[in-house]
């Protein structure tokens, strides 16, 4: 069973920044394809980022273009989201998911999806 670990949320001021790990476990056939989502309090989730299985494909919503950054070591089993500049409104729970396919792509929906981590609590405020 494929398992996934958020670690990295914490408070930040406005303009700051953090790095966001998710690690896998458990996948024995072939490395997942990873995306971020995140929810904001009263909100529905929404996608923020996601990676291919090899790195080489890589997509972010609008609103983080330019400020987040994802990345990936599969040796490591780790998926990181550099985030910069961050702004209250990325206040929210950030969760990773994954999709373990034959193929390499970057998912961008929640129903795509097929495993989730528990989230971590990401909270910008002066």
């Known amino acids: 069973q494929l398992q996934l670990v958020e670690s990295g949320g914490g408070l930040v001021q406005p303009g700051g920044s953090l790095r966001l790990s998710c690690t896998a476990s458990?996948?024995?056939?072939?490395?997942?394809?990873i995306g971020w989502f995140r929810q904001a309090p009263g909100k529905e989730r929404e996608a923020v980022s996601c990676?291919?299985?090899?790195?080489?494909?890589?997509n972010y919503a609008d609103s983080v273009k330019g400020r987040f950054t994802i990345s990936r070591d599969n040796a490591k089993s780790t998926v990181y989201l550099q985030m910069n500049n961050l702004k209250p409104e990325d206040t929210a729970v950030y969760y990773c998911?994954?999709?373990?396919?034959?193929?390499?792509?970057?998912?961008?929906?929640?129903?795509?999806?097929?495993?989730w981590g528990k989230g971590t609590l990401v909270t910008i405020s002066s």
């Open positions: 458990g996948f024995t056939l072939d490395y997942p394809n």
């Open positions: 990676i291919s299985k090899s790195g080489s494909s890589t």
């Open positions: 998911a994954a999709r373990v396919t034959s193929y390499d792509m970057c998912i961008m929906t929640s129903s795509g999806m097929r495993n």
